[in-house]
């Protein structure tokens, strides 16, 4: 589903890639592929320009151990985006302090 939902999009029909990933979020998965459905859902829309519908995904995707950086780098991209550029620098330094240990 992920790679079917990459090319989609890639190709430009991102209604039908978000399609495909909320479609796998209803069937049963393990935590990994739930979180990785959930980022590139995040990107997806954010293509698509579903800037709010992106958040919620980048959000829930951050709630996995192991995808906060995933999902802080997709939340950077749409807050760069939207022109939020002080949060998207912000969401990168907190992610780096984490990865860090600080």
């Given at each position: ?65 192991g ?32 990865a860090s240990?600080?």
């Amino acid at each position: 589903r992920l790679a079917f939902a990459a090319a989609l999009a890639h190709r430009g029909d991102c209604p039908r890639a978000a399609q495909t990933l909320r479609a796998g979020l209803a069937r049963p998965a393990t935590p990994t592929e739930i979180a990785a459905m959930w980022a590139t859902l995040g990107d997806v829309l954010v293509r698509s320009g579903d800037f709010l519908g992106a958040e919620d995904a980048y959000r829930q995707a951050e709630a996995h151990p192991g995808f906060a950086a995933r999902a802080a780098a997709g939340r950077a991209r749409l807050q760069a985006k939207t022109g939020r550029y002080e949060e998207a620098f912000a969401s990168l330094a907190a992610v780096a302090a984490a990865a860090s240990g600080d």
